[in-house]
């Protein structure tokens, strides 16, 4: 199928059939989880319209289907459940790292998203490279040195080391939180009960606890780096517009039109293909 013309409606049976949102497919215990994760790399909670990637949800229900209101559901507690233990037990990464967006990431993917952040020797220099020139905002300076002095942790204690403490500062907050993971400086390692609710995150410095990440993006070039993300998330999704791609990654044009003439001339991807029912030309994977 995948050397041949495509329609919208072969499209989406093909994605059905990686993203596991079939009743024969679907996902039953944390391990089969897991696998799934390693298997397309990057994925979401719940799907998404702006973002195409595929759910642990969906493919706990094999089909995806709405996210029912009510809590006693039982693929919607596990998929809370597993969203928290996966990370929290070192097997998964997830955060907001792309589009400020919550996103799964598996380790072996992880070292080439690391590698192309700005993240390039000691933990306790770069950040304050990046401050001095404007690439860090002061609230995630702050939070960023809260956890580099004291250790892990939970958000409550985090905003008030941080000076950020109150409704007021909780946006402010929020978003310096997105910006420190959406560098990869950050990562979320715990549950705790200390806030009101009795339930939030434990952040800490992203070495700490992924310090295997580290060490494999040491000697990945950032060529090297796009072109495994770029393959790996068109052996999933099987087909995305250019635009599309570089929007979720937060890539320039045109270092994706070079890598894209090149892995269409080496013939590991099919690139301005038009696929019957929808606009535009595509990437399709070839594998």
Known sequence: MLNSALTSDDLQSLRADRYSQRPHLRVRTQDEALGFLNDVGLSLLFSARDMELPSLWGALCGEDRPVPRHHDDRELGLAWRWKDTLPVEGLVLYGKFLRKRPVFISLDLAPYFYALSPNYGDPAEDYLLDYQ???????????????????????????????????????????????????????????????????????????????????????????????????????????????????????????????????????????????????????????
């Open 133 to 287: 020139d404007g690439r860090l905002s002061v609230e995630a300076k702050q939070a960023y040195e809260v956890l580099l002095e004291q250790g892990a942790l939970p958000t409550s204690r985090l905003r008030r080391e941080a000076g950020l403490p109150g409704k007021s500062n909780a946006a402010r907050f929020e978003r310096a939180l997105a910006e420190l993971q959406m560098d990869f400086r950050i990562a979320k390692v715990a549950i705790s009960d200390a806030n009101r609710w009795g339930y939030c995150y434990v952040y800490d410095l992203l070495p700490r606890h992924f310090p295997t990440v580290v060490d494999a993006a040491r000697g990945i070039t950032g060529p090297q780096a796009r072109e495994t993300i770029l393959l790996r998330y068109l052996r999933t999704v099987v087909a995305t517009r250019p635009q599309e791609m570089s929007r979720l990654f937060g890539w320039v044009p045109g270092d994706v039109e070079r890598l894209v003439d090149r892995l269409a001339g080496e013939g590991r991807l099919r690139a301005g293909v038009q696929i019957e029912g929808l606009p535009g030309e595509y990437l399709v994977s070839v594998v």
